[in-house]
Structure formats: structure tokens, C-alpha cells
């Protein structure tokens, strides 16, 4: 027996050689094979599967899956397959999917299909409550905990007994679904506490929910932003989360699964924001799309690199002279990027994690100064020593001067442009990216070339 | 009623406002402000006030709270803070605290306490079960799914009865205490499967055990990594996965919300690595410790501009005859690194996401140089009309026939080395870092120069 078990759960891992193997079995019409390794997997292993495929294979792996499965593999598709992957069904079809799909799942997939298609799928399924919930939750905006929840949840009512309670339960949750809360309201549906299970196991049968029901409880509006709803959810631990509408209803719940979701989302973004990338591409996605969010920031790289070659050009005389003060022009730029970017990737990750509320700007504005002058005072005392041996006083003064002023000062901004961003509401990690390092390339050279002409005029 | 439970549950803000005035109410002994304003909140927000107090103000305001908050508090504190507060007490009182907290909790604080003091307060624990649960979690080594697991969870035997099951189920949990899921062990304590809550409630109280479990379920070995547990609990959308060892006993189980951490910690140190960020710092950090993580990175910057400046320098004679080669460096410099900085920054996350798996990496390759090669082509093309009216034709051809080629270049690297570090087991995210920056400006300075040679020796 258990031996049995431990068989079954093998963690899957989706390789070239799975998918390859499931391709030729598509072509091969080989079910046998596709019964027991395809339809024997997770829904969610099948749709990693199904999404490396191309539509064709995709609908016919698609149309061996039973009732059950189906919608369960479509929810945990890829968006782009996925819509692909609907084109190719009829309206009817789609709403058959969507009849046994949770209620969130199924309003995100009606989202993705084009707008005219939308309400001809939406009066085609069968079961009118799923109807009413899925047309319910679209009109929420995505980012809001509205667009978050699910209609499914088990509610009682406070003047039930427990015994009503457990009869309540067996309607409204199928076998196989987990229960994680049972929400109680008032007969105005409005939200009141919740029951845990361990009371409602242990209480007396005929003991009514509002003598044991615990009114302390923490739940959102549904106009909270999802942002919001990942502070509340991960700060108190907490496994699902009431929504509640703006007369105290009880209208859904939002699922930590659903939330850990959004946490990676964010940080990619952040991640994309920090390298440049105006838009969440992956690199799955077609070339024209990765170009185009590609391409605003390389400008703005190109135009610092401009003004950049307007500051030397102002010094063409002297570089003609001492060609050796363009030897360490890549330097200078490059340590102040380098600082920048680290001054602002701690400030991004403050503001993101929280940590920096309660203490004041001021003071890390020093501590980021203090943390600059010693590294600026180590890496040029090191380019001093470099400079001084191979080329002569005159220039490595010039250049440990102007690394030390540039570490400075890219301290500074690298701290200061995010804090100032964040203050008005924009994305931080846009400071991190070629943002902080085009000012400091422009800000490093201008300092260098200054520096050079003050020290060649007195030496 | 129920204004009253909405009034109950106020997001709380931590702002240094309310710092203050808890401050200035410890100074003062203000027993009744700090009654109603600190300690009414959840353990939570009260770990997050003192985590912003000096080491006397937090224990003064530790030792304020009862014997339930007081742990809970502790196991939310950040970890410094935690240290500097534990310091000040003795092993008993320690020992005390962790008599109430749960068991991952409590091995967490008792790992960060200096090793000689470890034992002394294992021995002080009053409950021996707690103790000996401590003490074997202790013994796991970080980032595995060990050292994840918490020891509490309910399991009933195969054999017992629906009514066996609520009398362990009362035993086994305190009231407050969530309950996710029941497993069903056999009389070797050898993980079976799972009692779903609702099949307990709705089976005949004289139905086996063994006749209504559920023997589909996901779990891990006590060796998994954290990352292992983070991709199953996610992608199967798990709220508590279990734990097993060797002989495939159950051992404990592992809740979504310290996964939901671990996440957070990942997506840290990858945005803290592609900053060029040696350790994990948070800006409260004090000024040495950030210094140091910063200085390796910024050295191998500093040798690169060193390389850079040789590799000008070789082109000395040169840049005196042709000054203006000079203007362009920073351009080249800074428009290959955020190439560089894009390309992996998509790669790196497509790996974090595992999103990369079954497609080929020549073909990756080769999109990748499509996109370089189209904003390439878009970038020289402006900077060509630019520097054609600005300066000349050679220039401008020297530039615009450079930037191609160093965007170019820049895109194949930027997806080339995560990938191949992915496959030496290196952190991919070190990459995007000041590696391929550094790297990417000493190959644009040699092309550029190169070209620039070329062209002006035939032009």
C-alpha cells in the first residue's frame, strides 16, 4: 500500500524529451501512450505540457481530457496558448469549459477572449449562478482584490445550529474541494466572524454558530488593491481572506495560491523595471514585443551617451594634448554605474519589503555617504596606486579625485532618485535601471573632465 | 455588531509618528496609553513597532506582554532585533518563550542564539516534547524542507474510527489553532494519504478511517531543498505540504506562508546579485557590513575600467590626431551594458521561472540576435545621422558600424553566460550583474577602437 504511494507522487519535471515524445504520439495517434503518460499527470503538469505544443497537437491533447480535468488544465495554461488554443472552439464549447471551472479561474479566461465573444459565452453557460458570478467578477479592475477573489466559499448563518452548519457544507462543497474557512454572516449577508472547523468538529449539535463563532477576523474591501491584500495576507500568515462589498456583504474570498502569484508577478516586474525592460516580456514572447520594450530605455542610454559626447567635446583641446585622461573615461563611468545601481537596488528592496518605514531619510542619506566615501576611498586609493606606476602623478590624481567625487555623488543619487520617485507614486525600480546609470555616466564624466583641467592648470 | 468588528480590524501603518509616541510612552511609563495603543494590536504589528526601538525600549515594552503574545511576538521580530532583545535575558526566561512557540519558530530563534547558550535553554524547556521537537529541527541543515517543517499537525491512524478522530483531533490541537488538513498515517507512523475535514464531518462517526481517505496527496523528504518545496507548493497551489524522512514516516509539515517568505527571500537575493550585491543587505544593515558587500563587485568593475584603459590606451597616437574618437566612449560603454543588462535579465528570469525548460537554446540564441539585431540596427541608424551632422562621415561610421556591432555582441553574451553559469550551477543572476557589464564594455571599447582604426585609415 504504501509503497504504492510513494510511486504515485513522483515530482514531475517537463523536459525536451517528454515533450518531443508527446508530439509523435499526437502524430502517431498513439492513446495508449497519451493515456498513461499524459492523462495520468496533474492538470497542472498537463498544461505545462500542452503549452510547449503547437495549437493543433494542443487541441487534440486538449480534447482527450474528461470533464473534470479540462477546465482544471485549461486555468493553469498560459495565457497566450491558451487564448490560441480558444480561437479554435466554438462558444459553446468554451462555455461547457467554463461551467466546471472556480469562479476566478474562469472570469480570467473569459477576460483574454476577444470583447464580442465575451457575453455569447457568458449567456451559453448552462449553470446561471456560475454565470452571475463570472459576469460579477470581470467588472472588477485587474489589480484590485475584486479581481482577485472567487464566488466559492462556504458561509453559515450566525443564528444556525451546527448541526444546520454541517448540512449546509455537505451543499455547498463538493467532495474533493478543500475547506480552508467557514465565513458566518448575519441575514443580511453581511460578514461577521468566522467559525473554525475545530469548533464546529467539537462543538454540541445542537450549539448555535453565534455562541461559538470567533468575530475576529481580518477580510478586505473589494476596491483594496492586490498590493494590499499581499501585505494584509503575508503579514498575518494568513491562508484565505474575506472580501467584503461596500455594505459589509460577504461577496468572495482570494486564496493565498492566488496571491503568491501576484508576489512573483511583482517582482519580476520589478526585475524588468531594474533592467531596462518598459514591459513584462518573456523571452517566449514573439520579437517585435521584446524589441519594443527593449528599446525606450536604450534610447535614453543613447541619449545620455550623446550629452556624454558633448562634455568630452567641450575638452577636445585638452584630450589632444593629454590623450591619457580618455584612457580612463570607461572607469569613471563604469564605478559610478556600479555604485548607483547598488545604492538603489537596497533603497528598491526597503520600499518593497517595508523596512524603511520608521526611519528617516536624512540619516540613510548619510549612512549611504559614509557607506560611499570608505568604498570610494578604497577604490581610488587603489586607481591612485595603479595610475601612479603606470602613467604619471598628474593623471592619477585626476582620476582618484574624480573616482572618489563620482562614488560620492552616485551614492547619493542612488539613494536620493528612488526615495523622491517613491514619494511621488512612481515605481523605485525605474531609478535602478538605466535611469540612475545614464545620470551618473554623464555626471562621472563631467566631474572627471573638470578634475583633469583643474590639476593639468596647477601641476 | 458589526460596526463593531469593522472598527475591530484597521490595517495598521507603521508609521514614525506612532514610533515616537510609543517611545515617548516608555520613557514615560504610560501604562495605560501603551495598554491600549501597543498592546491591543495583533502580534504583528507589534513586533514591527519594536523592531524600531532601541534594545532597552523593546524589552520594556516585551516584557509588557502576557504569555500568549509574547512568543508570537518574538517569532515575528526581524532576527538582529530578536538577538540584541534575547541577549538581555537569561536562558531560562529564553527557555520560557519558547515553551509556547511553534516549533519552526522556536528552532529558528534557538539557531540564531550563540552556540555555547543553545543547549543550555534546550534543557530549560519544561515540555519535553516541545524540547525534543526543537532539537531535532535544529539538526537540519538550512534550505532544506527540514529546516522549513514545523512538528505540529493532526494525524489519525488508518485504523481509528470517525469518532477516534474528532477525540484525537480535540487532543491533539489547542482551540485557536488553524486546521488545513489531517493525515492519515499507518501504525508505523508511515504517511498514507489525508483526511479531507469535509469527509470527517459529513462520514458516519463509526467509518474507518482507512474506507474515506484520500491516498492522493503531495509531499517531500525532509532532504528536498527549498526550492523543491517552493515549485511543488506552488505550482500544485498547496496551503501545507507534508514532510517525511527516510523510512517515509511522517515528520512534520510545512505551511504556504514560510514558503511565501522563502519566495520574498529569493526574489531578493536575485534582485541583490544582479545589483552587484555580494551578501544579502537590507539598509538597516550597519555601514560595514553593506560596505563589504558591495566592494568585490565594484573592484571587478574597477579591473575592468583598468583593462579598458590599456586596451585605449594602446590607441594613444591616435586619439591625438582624432580627438573626437574619444567623445563617443561612454555611448558604446553604456549602450552594450544595458544591452547586456536586458538580455539577461529576461533569461534569469525565464530560469527563475522555469519558463525556459523544453525550448532549445540555439533557438533562444538566435532570437536574441534578432532582437539586437533590430534595435541595433534602429540605435546606429539615429546615432549615424546624428554624428554625420555633428562631427563627419568617418566618425559617424565608426560610431554607428561599432554600436551595431557591440549590441550585437552584448545580446549574445547577456543570454549566453546566465545560461551557461545555469548550467555550472552558478547562480544565473551574479550575470546580469556587473559581470556582463564589465565584460561588455571592454569587448565595445576594442571594437570600437578597431573600427575606428579600419575606417580611418581608409576614409
Redesign the interface.
Known amino acids: 500500500?504504501?509503497l504504492?504511494?510513494?510511486q504515485?507522487?513522483m515530482?514531475f519535471e517537463?523536459?525536451?524529451e517528454i515533450?518531443n515524445k508527446i508530439k509523435s504520439a499526437i502524430k502517431d495517434n498513439n492513446l495508449v501512450y497519451l493515456n498513461t503518460e499524459l492523462l495520468q499527470l496533474?492538470p497542472?503538469d498537463i498544461a505545462q505540457i500542452i503549452n510547449?505544443l503547437d495549437v493543433e497537437e494542443a487541441r487534440f491533447a486538449y480534447d482527450l481530457l474528461d470533464e473534470e480535468a479540462g477546465p482544471k488544465v485549461l486555468a493553469e495554461m498560459d495565457e497566450d496558448r491558451r487564448e490560441q488554443l480558444l480561437a479554435s472552439y466554438s462558444t459553446k464549447e468554451i462555455a461547457e469549459q467554463l461551467d466546471n471551472m472556480n469562479s476566478d479561474d474562469a472570469a480570467d479566461v473569459i477576460a483574454e477572449l476577444p470583447q464580442n465573444i465575451q457575453e455569447e459565452v457568458l449567456s451559453q453557460i448552462e449553470d446561471i449562478e456560475q454565470a452571475s458570478d463570472i459576469a460579477e467578477l470581470i467588472q472588477f479592475e485587474e489589480g484590485t482584490a475584486g479581481s482577485l477573489m472567487a464566488k466559492e466559499l462556504i458561509s453559515v448563518y450566525s443564528f444556525e445550529t451546527v448541526n444546520q452548519c454541517?448540512e449546509e457544507?455537505?451543499k455547498q462543497?463538493d467532495?474533493?474541494?478543500?475547506?480552508?474557512a467557514i465565513y458566518v454572516v448575519?441575514n443580511n449577508e453581511?460578514?461577521?466572524?468566522v467559525l473554525?472547523?475545530?469548533?464546529?468538529?467539537?462543538s454540541h449539535p445542537l450549539a448555535r454558530v453565534e455562541e461559538i463563532y470567533d468575530?475576529?477576523?481580518?477580510?478586505v474591501k473589494t476596491s483594496a488593491t492586490s498590493l494590499?491584500v499581499v501585505?494584509?495576507m503575508?503579514?498575518?500568515?494568513?491562508?484565505a481572506l474575506p472580501v467584503i462589498d461596500q455594505l459589509?456583504r460577504l461577496v468572495g474570498r482570494i486564496?493565498?495560491?492566488d496571491?503568491?502569484d501576484v508576489?512573483?508577478e511583482t517582482?519580476?516586474e520589478?526585475?524588468?523595471r531594474?533592467?531596462?525592460?518598459s514591459d513584462d516580456?518573456?523571452?517566449?514572447d514573439n520579437?517585435w514585443v521584446?524589441?519594443r520594450a527593449?528599446?525606450p530605455?536604450?534610447?535614453v542610454?543613447?541619449c545620455?551617451?550623446?550629452v556624454?559626447?558633448?562634455i568630452?567635446?567641450a575638452y577636445?583641446?585638452h584630450?589632444?594634448i593629454h590623450?591619457?585622461?580618455?584612457?580612463?573615461?570607461?572607469?569613471?563611468?563604469?564605478?559610478g554605474?556600479?555604485?548607483g545601481?547598488?545604492s538603489?537596488?537596497?533603497?528598491?528592496?526597503?520600499l518593497a519589503?517595508?523596512?524603511?518605514?520608521?526611519?528617516?531619510i536624512p540619516q540613510?542619506l548619510l549612512?549611504e555617504l559614509?557607506?560611499g566615501l570608505?568604498?570610494g576611498i578604497?577604490?581610488s586609493g587603489?586607481?591612485f596606486a595603479?595610475a601612479y606606476v603606470i602613467e604619471d602623478f598628474r593623471l592619477a590624481a585626476t582620476v582618484s579625485i574624480a573616482l572618489l567625487t563620482v562614488v560620492l555623488c552616485a551614492s547619493f543619487l542612488g539613494t536620493f532618485v528612488p526615495l523622491t520617485m517613491n514619494r511621488f507614486k512612481i515605481n523605485p525600480a525605474l531609478a535602478?535601471?538605466?535611469f540612475v546609470?545614464?545620470l551618473n555616466?554623464i555626471i562621472g564624466?563631467t566631474i572627471y573632465f573638470l578634475t583633469g583641467r583643474l590639476l593639468y592648470s596647477i601641476f
Open positions: 500500500m504504501f504504492l504511494i510513494l504515485q507522487f515530482q517537463l523536459t525536451t515533450v496533474y497542472q510547449q454541517i457544507i455537505r462543497t467532495n474533493t474541494e478543500m475547506m480552508y448575519d453581511r460578514l461577521l466572524g473554525p472547523l475545530k469548533k464546529l468538529i467539537i468575530p475576529d477576523l481580518r477580510y494590499e501585505e494584509i503575508q503579514k498575518y500568515d494568513l491562508v459589509g486564496m493565498i495560491d496571491v503568491v508576489i512573483k517582482a519580476d520589478n526585475i524588468a531594474m533592467s531596462g525592460l516580456v518573456d523571452s517566449n520579437l521584446i524589441s527593449r528599446i530605455w536604450l534610447l542610454g543613447m545620455g551617451g550623446i556624454g559626447s558633448r568630452i567635446g577636445e583641446e584630450i589632444k590623450p591619457e585622461m580618455a584612457f580612463f573615461i570607461p572607469l569613471i563611468g563604469a564605478t554605474g556600479n555604485v545601481v547598488q538603489s537596488a537596497i533603497i528598491v528592496q526597503g519589503n517595508n523596512t524603511l518605514i520608521g526611519s528617516n540613510k549612512k559614509g557607506v570608505l568604498n578604497i577604490c587603489l586607481i595603479y535602478t535601471g538605466p546609470t545614464t555616466d564624466i
